[in-house]
C-alpha cells in the first residue's frame, strides 16, 4: 500500500471510529455518505502539494495551518503559519478561509492529512497538505524548495 493511500485510509478510518461518539446514528449515515462522495469525487493525490511545487513568492498567497501542538510551534514553524491543533479544525473551521488557498501540514504529513480530509468533506476544496510535512519542508529547502529543485543536479 503506498503511503498516501495508508494516510487516506487511516483517516477514513479515525473519522469513522469517531463519529459514533460524536453524532447520533442518523448523523452517523449522514457522515458516512458525505465521507463516501468526497472519496468517489477526489483525485489520486487527495490534494497534498510538495514543497517544491510552491515558488517563494507564492507562499503569501496561502494561509499556513500548522496543525502540530503548541510546543512544536513554539519551537519552530514555517514562518506565517499559524497553530491550529489537527484535532481542532472542525471546531475552529470557522477561522480558516474559504477565499483563499490554504495549505496545513504537521511534521511528516500524516496528522495533516486527517486534518485535511475533515475540512475537504467539511466543503473545504481550498484547502492542501504538504505533502512529507515540516521535516520534508526544511529538508527541502523550505521557501526556497522550488527554486533549489529547479537547480541543474
Given amino acids: 500500500m503506498s503511503p498516501l493511500r495508508f494516510l487516506l485510509h487511516t483517516a477514513v478510518i479515525a473519522t469513522l471510529s469517531l463519529a459514533p461518539a460524536l453524532a447520533s446514528a442518523d448523523e452517523n449515515i ?4 458525505e ?4 472519496l468517489a469525487f477526489v483525485d489520486y493525490g487527495g490534494g497534498t502539494i510538495f514543497p517544491e511545487q510552491i515558488p517563494r513568492d507564492d507562499w503569501k498567497r496561502f494561509h499556513v495551518i500548522d496543525a502540530r501542538d503548541k510546543a512544536q ?7 506565517g ?3 491550529l491543533e489537527w484535532r ?3 471546531e475552529k473551521r470557522a477561522t480558516i478561509p474559504k477565499d483563499k488557498p490554504v495549505l496545513i501540514y504537521c511534521n511528516t504529513g500524516s496528522l495533516s492529512a486527517q486534518a485535511g480530509f475533515a475540512l475537504r468533506v467539511a466543503g473545504y476544496e481550498n484547502v492542501r497538505i504538504i505533502q512529507g510535512g515540516f521535516a520534508d519542508w526544511k529538508s527541502k529547502g523550505g521557501f526556497d524548495a522550488a527554486e533549489k529543485a529547479a537547480r541543474p543536479k
Fill in 73 to 79: 510551534f513554539d519551537k519552530e514553524h514555517i514562518p
Fill in 88 to 90: 481542532k479544525v472542525l
Fill in 81 to 83: 503559519a499559524v497553530n
Fill in 35 to 38: 465521507m463516501e462522495e468526497y
Fill in 30 to 33: 449522514e457522515a458516512v455518505k
